[in-house]
């Protein structure tokens, strides 16, 4: 059975997975799984890999005003940070990924209204490891 935390992240990761579709990206690996980390999605533009971070948060129509009070992207903690380190080091070697090939990693914040069916996702761009 599926948690409700993970189902609201499944959501988030769908409507991340739509935008990054429409920007121009190409998605390349969703929810890359290993016992020493996790990488929720892999998408690659303009030859530069992008290892996406989703965080996902639900809002009550009221709460669209002040988007700006909640940061998502601040749950990735050092524990978190030194997880995907690990996990993408892991995925470079495994997919035989040339070691000239530029890569980052990007968070997503993903603000859903279930009510009105509203979704808003922000991009913070290589945020650094």
């Not at 992240?9 to 190409?26: I, M, R």
């Amino acid at each position: 059975m599926i948690s409700e935390k993970r189902k609201l992240g499944n959501t988030g990761e769908d409507f991340c997975v739509k935008h990054l579709v429409k920007q121009g990206y190409d998605i390349l690996d969703r929810n890359y799984l290993k016992k020493w980390g996790e990488i929720d999605m892999v998408a690659k533009k303009d030859g530069v890999i992008h290892f996406v971070e989703v965080k996902t948060k639900e809002l009550e129509s009221f709460m669209w005003n002040s988007l700006e009070n909640y940061d998502p992207e601040e749950n990735v903690h050092p524990w978190k940070l030194k997880r995907l380190s690990r996990a993408i080091q892991t995925y470079l070697i495994e997919k035989n990924v040339d070691d000239e090939t530029e890569w980052q990693v990007d968070v997503a914040a993903v603000f859903l209204d279930f009510e009105a069916k509203k979704a808003t996702i922000r991009i913070t761009e290589d945020i650094g490891l």
